[in-house]
């Protein structure tokens, strides 16, 4: 079993920058990749960005390019997700998967999730 905790959620204005982190327990083969995910009240659960193990390779959503951006320990068990110049529309609840996905944009490949950090953004 693989525990995944997320911070660093928060009330900020529009234009200004959280940083969100994900722990995850311990590696183990299922924890290939780390990912964020994010939802607003009455959407579909969206990717935001993801690192992978292998290489280090690192994938963005299409609205996360060149706002938001994606890090990691040396120790392959968190990753930090920058976000600037945010927008209300980025207001959502950002949850981080971890595990072993084919598809790395896909929410349910992922094995292990936290609980989410609150992320609002006022206009």
């Known amino acids: 079993q693989v525990n995944v905790s997320e911070s660093g959620g928060g009330l900020v204005q529009a234009g200004g920058s959280l940083r969100l982190s994900c722990t995850a327990s311990?590696?183990?083969?299922?924890?290939?990749?780390m990912a964020w995910f994010r939802q607003a009240p009455g959407k579909d659960r969206e990717f935001v960005a993801a690192?992978?193990?292998?290489?280090?390779?690192?994938f963005y959503g299409d609205f996360a390019k060149g706002r938001f951006t994606i890090s990691n320990d040396n120790a392959k068990t968190t990753v930090y997700l920058q976000l600037d110049n945010l927008k209300p529309e980025d207001s959502a609840v950002y949850s981080c998967?971890?595990?072993?996905?084919?598809?790395?944009?896909?929410?349910?490949?992922?094995?292990?999730w936290g609980q989410g950090t609150q992320v609002t953004v006022s206009s």
């Open positions: 311990k590696r183990t083969f299922r924890t290939y990749a």
């Open positions: 998967g971890v595990g072993y996905p084919g598809n790395i944009m896909v929410s349910g490949e992922y094995t292990y």
């Open positions: 690192v992978r193990w292998d290489g280090g390779a690192s």
